[in-house]
């Protein structure tokens, strides 16, 4: 007889966001790989797979409504959920195309085991494996640990592998005695910020409801480098210099000094926690000044030290910090105009995703290149950043409500990003409000494009 079991707070989080998605958007939960297979034995590999799964309960879990709260069932099939097809692979976009065919297909949110696959070898020579998972039951972190985990069963089909708590395990953790500190001190934290008025800002919509809205991308080969080394010189993240600066721009369009971004974080700071295969990661808003009058260097560093703090918050029980913002918005004699808390908390969202181990490099000289997408994600917050870098190229995807941040205060924004990072890798202590004053044309190519593209025509 299979064991409900409650969701970890990683697990919670993905459910509460993801149910929000209009049901035509249900794809946008779901995250694709393609796994190189050239040189794999072709009797190792499906093998591999199996023991994968043998090891792995989020691969074997379900997803299940009780009373009206999700649950998690082990599922007790042995069936891989992976078609194999044998054909010629004549190009080398095939493993994309197959891993974007794969991603557009949606899962539901119950019963169903959240991932699928197609297997592609040529004349019975493994090419490669394209998969797709929910976030429900993974996150990117644990998606390269399954392709280690992968690589070692194909080279080895009796090694072992580090492995953290379960899901299962980990939800229990959470609710046990021993989580209470922790639990306690995220609430206080949630306390602080929702008092000092996180509940004023951009509009928000309700779930499931639709707005048009604007989103950009900028492509560089050297951003992510020139990042990397304005991290080092001020003792900081990568990541952080690129936040910062897209916090000094929504200020700036905002016309506000203090702004609040949520962050996502990996929840994996606890050695035990680092091999954990399931979804951890959740958003922790992180109030901070601006002062215009600060260098950018100062405005760095204090919007990495906040946000590092903020961190130490970031893994919390969602429905309890719902309440929590219920009430205090109730006190405040105030009424939120929908109930849809995983956008009222997250408003102004930032996340970065390192796809692949392979680095940026600060002196390639390729053209950067600003695309407009044609149909932006109509749902959920209305300004949020992803920053991901693949095959060492950066790409910064800023999406926003035009109400709020309208198209050429959008291009602004990206064009300070490579801006002030190049800057902060150089000379740090420039003025912060100097970074409004440059103009596209004198940017390195590289960087940011000479010609912007203006916003096609809104459907």
């Excluded at 694709?32 to 043998?54: C, I, M």
């Excluded at 407009?372 to 109509?378: D, K, L, S, Y």
């Excluded at 190229?393 to 709020?404: E, F, G, I, N, Q």
Aim: glycine share 6%.
């Amino acid at each position: 007889m299979p064991v409900d079991a409650p969701l970890s707070y990683g697990q919670l989080f993905s459910w509460r966001e993801i149910e929000r998605y209009p049901q035509d958007w249900m794809r946008d939960a779901n995250l694709p790989t393609a796994w190189d297979l050239r040189g794999a034995p072709p009797d190792r590999v499906v093998p591999a797979l199996n023991r994968l799964v043998e090891i792995h309960e989020p691969l074997r879990s379900t997803y299940h409504l009780r009373d009206g709260d999700p649950v998690q069932r082990l599922d007790s099939a042995t069936s891989l959920p992976v078609e194999h097809i044998d054909r010629p692979v004549t190009d080398r976009g095939d493993p994309e195309r197959a891993k974007e065919k794969l991603a557009a297909v949606p899962f539901p949110m119950t019963g169903d085991r959240n991932w699928r696959g197609v297997l592609v070898t040529d004349d019975g020579a493994p090419k490669y494996l394209a998969l797709s998972f929910s976030h429900l039951i993974l996150d990117v972190w644990s998606i390269h640990h399954l392709q280690d985990h992968f690589r070692a069963l194909l080279a080895d089909p009796d090694a072992t592998m580090r492995l953290g708590p379960t899901p299962r395990e980990l939800a229990y953790q959470q609710r046990g005695e021993s989580w209470r500190d922790r639990q306690q001190a995220s609430e206080r934290y949630w306390r602080r910020v929702l008092t000092d008025g996180l509940m004023d800002g951009p509009p928000t919509l309700p779930a499931r409801v639709k707005r048009n809205r604007i989103e950009a991308t900028l492509h560089s080969r050297r951003l992510g480098g020139v990042a990397a080394e304005a991290g080092r010189r001020l003792g900081v993240t990568a990541p952080a210099v690129i936040m910062a600066l897209i916090a000094a721009g929504l200020a700036r369009h905002t016309g506000t000094d203090r702004v609040t971004m949520s962050l996502m974080a990996s929840n994996r700071f606890a050695p035990e926690h680092q091999h954990v295969i399931g979804t951890m990661n959740q958003l922790i808003p992180v109030v901070a000044n601006v002062d215009q009058g600060a260098t950018l260097g100062e405005h760095i560093k204090h919007l990495h030290w906040v946000s590092a703090r903020a961190y130490r918050y970031s893994c919390y029980d969602f429905d309890r910090v719902a309440a929590l913002a219920a009430d205090i918005t109730a006190q405040t004699g105030r009424s939120p105009d929908h109930d849809c808390w995983i956008n009222h908390l997250f408003r102004c969202w930032f996340n970065y995703i390192q796809q692949d181990r392979v680095p940026s490099d600060p002196t390639d000289q390729t053209p950067a290149e600003l695309v407009w997408t044609p149909v932006a994600q109509q749902y959920g917050q209305p300004f949020r950043v992803r920053v991901s870098v693949h095959g060492g190229r950066t790409s910064v995807m800023m999406l926003a409500d035009p109400d709020v941040i309208p198209a050429e205060a959008l291009t602004d924004i990206l064009r300070v990003i490579a801006h002030g990072t190049q800057l902060a890798a150089t000379t740090p202590e420039t003025s912060l409000k100097d970074l409004w004053n440059t103009r596209s044309e004198t940017l390195p190519p590289s960087l940011f494009p000479r010609d912007i593209p203006t916003l096609p025509h809104q459907p």
